[in-house]
């Protein structure tokens, strides 16, 4: 009967019904494919860390950051220690989210899709007096975290009682902090507060303790219903040009790259520290999901192969110099000279000596997005639950 199945018999009975299974199965596998390759949707991000991704907290408290910075994307300054857009900035973009407001800025702050807590200058440890008296900034990771329930305490109060949706409508919605990615991104300056505080043998054992504290603050945040981690390990602090001209290397103590050897090896055992800690908390953490990312190989891949990407030499930053601060002014030789940007931003990895560029920035992202460099390796946006 030119392949009709017979209903009427048995045997077409039995026959159809493994067609019409076997279709199914073939369209649920297929179905299965085309969830997998259409990712997942985060509703916000919850960002915590220092000036590696700070939109604006140091800015709004503490005096705005100064031109020339922002000039390369935002035409001026935008809060951000760089010539335009951050790591983080191109985190947002790619999971199609607005840019992260910074908590505590009070201008025309929207928190629908997130919040920034990040501040400049942060610490992973408690900032104390000494912490204090070297420059680093009191808003450290125990303080961020007490910002972030704030704004979780705050928004599900508003919800109860507000009745006007230009309020509710600025606010994150309290189902979706479960739902949300929270990406943390600190150490650099708990480094470099060791750096011209200790000796090298003297940080490395107090690196535990700051493991420690970071891990205890991943906790929190679980508990406050965070499940989703995108957590960077800190950069190598070695090729920093301002650490390369305040603290010039012994001979002997430069690496392949022109670094200093023994602050990058500081920054790998912090790394190395920090990546136990993530596992350990992987099957402490029941229903979370943590993921770690390599950011210190991106950077040092870009910095010791500047050339081949199209950049110039590595340790001379783009904006001011080491007579005169990025956007300030000092008396060089009788002559008072403004810290200017380069003519190009997009042919340096450095902005400012510690900061990274725009073009830097963005080199960096696309080498950890599709998570080749994560553990496990996924790609950001298959990274939910």
Excluded at 21 to 48: D, E, K, Q, R, T
Excluded at 347 to 360: C, F, L, M, P, V
């Amino acid at each position: 009967m030119n392949g009709v199945i017979d209903f009427r018999g048995s045997l077409g009975s039995i026959s159809s019904k493994k067609t019409v299974m076997a279709v199914a199965i073939s369209l649920l596998f297929v179905a299965s494919l085309l969830g997998s390759s259409c990712g997942c949707h985060f509703p916000a991000i919850y960002n915590l860390g220092d000036s590696n991704s700070d939109t604006g907290s140091v800015s709004a408290t503490f005096g705005r950051v100064p031109r020339p910075c922002g000039e390369s994307f935002f035409g001026k300054p935008a809060g951000r220690y760089s010539d335009g857009r951050l790591i983080i900035d191109f985190i947002a973009n790619e999971l199609k989210l607005p840019f992260l407001s910074a908590y505590l800025d009070a201008i025309d702050s929207n928190f629908r899709h997130g919040a920034n807590f990040a501040a400049s200058g942060s610490t992973i440890q408690p900032a104390d007096d000494k912490l204090f008296d070297t420059g680093f900034n009191p808003l450290s990771l125990d303080i961020q975290l007490l910002q972030f329930q704030q704004l979780k305490e705050c928004t599900n109060e508003l919800y109860d009682q507000a009745k006007n949706p230009d309020i509710t409508d600025r606010l994150p919605r309290p189902e979706e902090f479960s739902k949300s990615l929270y990406v943390l991104d600190c150490g650099q300056n708990d480094l470099h507060y060791g750096i011209i505080t200790s000796t090298e043998d003297q940080f490395k054992a107090f690196i535990p303790n700051i493991i420690n504290q970071f891990a205890a603050a991943v906790e929190k945040l679980f508990q406050q219903g965070a499940r989703v981690f995108w957590i960077h390990n800190t950069g190598p602090i070695g090729c920093l040009p301002t650490v390369i001209i305040n603290f010039p290397p012994k001979p002997g103590n430069v690496d392949q790259a022109g670094c200093i050897k023994s602050y990058n090896e500081l920054a790998q055992e912090f790394n190395k520290q920090l990546k136990d800690t993530v596992t350990q908390l992987k099957a402490k953490l029941p229903g979370a999901k943590l993921i770690y990312v390599d950011i210190y190989s991106a950077k040092f891949s870009l910095i010791s192969e500047a050339n081949k990407y199209g950049f110039v030499d590595p340790f001379v930053n783009c904006c001011g110099d080491h007579h005169v601060e990025c956007g300030k002014t000092a008396v060089v030789n009788g002559t008072e000279i403004f810290g200017a940007s380069c003519g190009d931003p997009s042919k340096h990895i450095s902005w400012d000596g510690i900061h990274y560029t725009e073009a830097a920035n963005y080199w960096v992202v696309n080498r950890i997005l599709d998570g080749s460099l994560s553990d496990p390796p996924l790609p950001i946006t298959k990274a939910c639950l």
